[in-house]
């Protein structure tokens, strides 16, 4: 009898184990291409992350396209400057710019005085933003020259002061000026420019104005 029962518990036992492989009781071990396929769906949600981080800085961007000309009363001389200004953010942005300046000078390959010459000048300058990005400090290249420039906006949102210099072959010693700029409407990008400039060698008020579009938002 006891033999008998051993061999039914055996049974029983033998059939509970059997169940319980067999009908999923037990944990089963993930096979490997199952890990693989969880793997690269993490890539695939990680490249996604970037992708739309990328995508929201590109849209945060703006790109402006402007132009300026002012007329010097003292030299009876224009300067032109197209350039494009790049928005990462709104405190910081990066610009690269050529300016056309025309001296007006006859035959100046057989005068000392450079300012006889017609050439072109270049921009690239990289600025930062402070005080609620009411003061920008900018340097780099201005007029192809080394220089620093700064601009404050004041309270009223459309008038900012201007103060820059730089390094210049035909301004002796140090090319500096400062103006002001006064926003026409607030719905639009025309500014008015009024100031002297190359005040460090001959003092000349200038005055014109500046146009902007921007491109991206």
């Known amino acids: 009898m006891r033999s ?13 184990c059997f ?16 890990e693989k396929k969880q793997a690269e769906q993490v890539i695939e949600e990680v490249d996604v992350i970037e992708v739309r981080e990328t995508t929201i800085i590109i849209e945060e961007a703006t790109t402006w396209i402007g132009t300026e000309s002012v007329w010097s009363f003292r030299n009876k001389m224009p300067r032109t400057k197209i350039y494009s200004r790049f928005e990462p953010s709104e405190d910081k942005y990066y610009l690269i710019g050529i300016s056309k300046i025309d001296l007006k000078g006859s035959n100046p390959y057989k005068r000392r005085d450079r300012r006889n010459v017609q050439y072109l000048e270049y921009d690239a300058q990289i600025a930062a933003k402070y005080l609620d990005n009411s003061l920008t400090l900018r340097g780099g290249i201005i007029n192809s020259g080394a220089g620093l420039g700064v601009d404050y906006m004041l309270p009223d949102g459309r008038t900012s002061i201007t103060v820059e210099g730089h390094s210049a072959v035909y301004s002796s010693p140090f090319f500096l000026r400062t103006n002001l700029s ?32 921007g491109l991206a938002r």
């Open 19 to 34: 169940s319980l492989v067999y009908a999923g009781g037990l944990p089963k071990k993930p096979s490997q291409p199952q």
């Open 182 to 213: 006064y926003k026409l409407c607030e719905d639009s990008d025309c500014y008015l420019i009024a100031g002297v400039e190359d005040m460090l060698d001959k003092p000349s008020i200038i005055a014109g104005v500046k146009i902007e579009f």
């Open 4 to 16: 008998l029962s051993r061999a039914g518990l055996g049974l029983v036992l033998a059939g509970v």
